[in-house]
Nanobody, 119 residues
Framework: QVQLVESGGGLVQPGGSLRLSCAASGNINSFSVMGWYRQAPGNQRELVGSISSVGSTNYADSVKGRFTISRDYAKNAWYLQMNNLKPEDTALYYC?????????????WGQGTQVTGSS
């Protein structure tokens, strides 16, 4: 059974930086995508960025150039480095894992961590 635990959220000043972490327990060797999503109040959950099992990355236009996804293979963890945070980045952030599970792919979610970019 796979579980995701995320951490690192908090209150930061506009222009500041924050790193979110997501750690997976269980066997995730068959993962296809590790990602980060966010959901602001009143909005739908949106993709922030993702990294595939072959290392390709994808970012939302709103965070491109400011946010970076990376992975620590030994720890089964992945991270979202957020730089130059803006008030509009305020949201509940969720890590995500897509795991190959015959006959398809199963999607797992972290519990969410709050990021607030305000003075």
């Amino acid at each position: 059974q796979v579980q995701l635990v995320e951490s690192g959220g908090g209150l930061v000043q506009p222009g500041g930086s924050l790193r979110l972490s997501c750690a997976a327990s269980g066997n995730i060797n068959s993962f296809s995508v590790m990602g980060w999503y966010r959901q602001a109040p009143g909005n739908q959950r949106e993709l922030v960025g993702s990294i595939s099992s072959v290392g390709s990355t994808n970012y939302a236009d709103s965070v491109k150039g400011r946010f970076t996804i990376s992975r620590d293979y030994a720890k089964n963890a992945w991270y979202l480095q957020m730089n130059n945070l803006k008030p509009e980045d305020t949201a509940l952030y969720y890590c995500n894992l897509d795991l190959r599970s015959y006959p398809g792919i199963h999607r797992y979610w972290g519990q969410g961590t709050q990021v607030t970019g305000s003075s």
